[in-house]
T-cell receptor
Framework: KNEVEQSPQNLTAQEGEFITINCSYSVGISALHWLQQHPGGGIVSLFMLSSGKKKHGRLIATINIQEKHSSLHITASHPRDSAVYIC??????????FGKGTKLSVKP | NAGVTQTPKFRVLKTGQSMTLLCAQDMNHEYMYWYRQDPGMGLRLIHYSVGEGTTAKGEVPDGYNVSRLKKQNFLLGLESAAPSQTSVYFCASVGDSTYEQYFGPGTRLTVT
């Protein structure tokens, strides 16, 4: 069983929809990262969480340490949000364990 | 700031050839990492460094060597390339206080 599981693997949405991507992990962690990989391949960091909730623009990330679960929400989705979203867990500067990613496609 | 840069962006090697991938960061970060990304798999850690002159093995270190002679540079070497090393390689550094991950643009390597 993978230590980091993301769901769904693929997601297609219509522009404007509210989107949720889930990440469950089975190891003890002190930090969880959400990353975005653009169609061209570049990877950018969206959030690092150790507890609670963070918001940046239309993106919201939550984490429940007791349940070992995190969610990434996108409000009012837009075609430019189309990308692969990757969850990674570990220590803030330690080695990370990565999920396989969720491929999101937002149709106009 | 250029952030994290990687050289080269693309490379095709024949089995048995050697090459070095260069990662450079201009943010004065201590921690740097080399990952590989293969279809259907998450990013996997090859080697990492917690500071100038230090290196350590990650999850998939076999067939690779690294060096961190200068704080801003982290080199990944393939001494004798194998087809199994065909992959996209990403370098990353981590902010010392923010812990934000900064990734390079990637190097697409094909070994024939």
């Amino acid at each position: 069983k993978n230590e980091v599981e993301q769901s769904p693997q693929n997601l297609t949405a219509q522009e404007g929809e509210f989107i949720t991507i889930n990440c469950s992990y089975s190891v003890g962690i002190s930090a969880l990262h959400w990353l975005q990989q653009h169609p061209g391949g570049g990877i950018v960091s969206l959030f690092m969480l150790s507890s609670g909730k963070k918001k940046h623009g239309r993106l919201i990330a939550t984490i429940n340490i007791q349940e070992k679960h995190s969610s990434l929400h996108i409000t009012a989705s837009h075609p430019r949000d189309s990308a692969v979203y990757i969850c990674a867990v570990g220590k803030p500067r330690g080695n990370l364990i990565f999920g396989k990613g969720t491929k999101l496609s937002v149709k106009p | 700031n250029a952030g994290v840069t990687q050289t080269p962006k693309f490379r095709v090697l024949k089995t048995g050839q050697s090459m070095t991938l260069l990662c450079a960061q201009d943010m004065n970060h201590e921690y740097m990492y080399w990952y590989r990304q293969d279809p259907g798999m998450g990013l996997r850690l090859i080697h990492y460094s917690v500071g100038e002159g230090t290196t350590a093995k990650g999850e998939v270190p076999d067939g690779y060597n690294v060096s961190r002679l200068k704080k801003q540079n982290f080199l990944l070497g393939l001494e004798s390339a194998a087809p199994s090393q065909t992959s996209v390689y990403f370098c990353a550094s981590v902010g010392d206080s923010t812990y934000e991950q900064y990734f390079g643009p990637g190097t697409r390597l094909t070994v024939t």
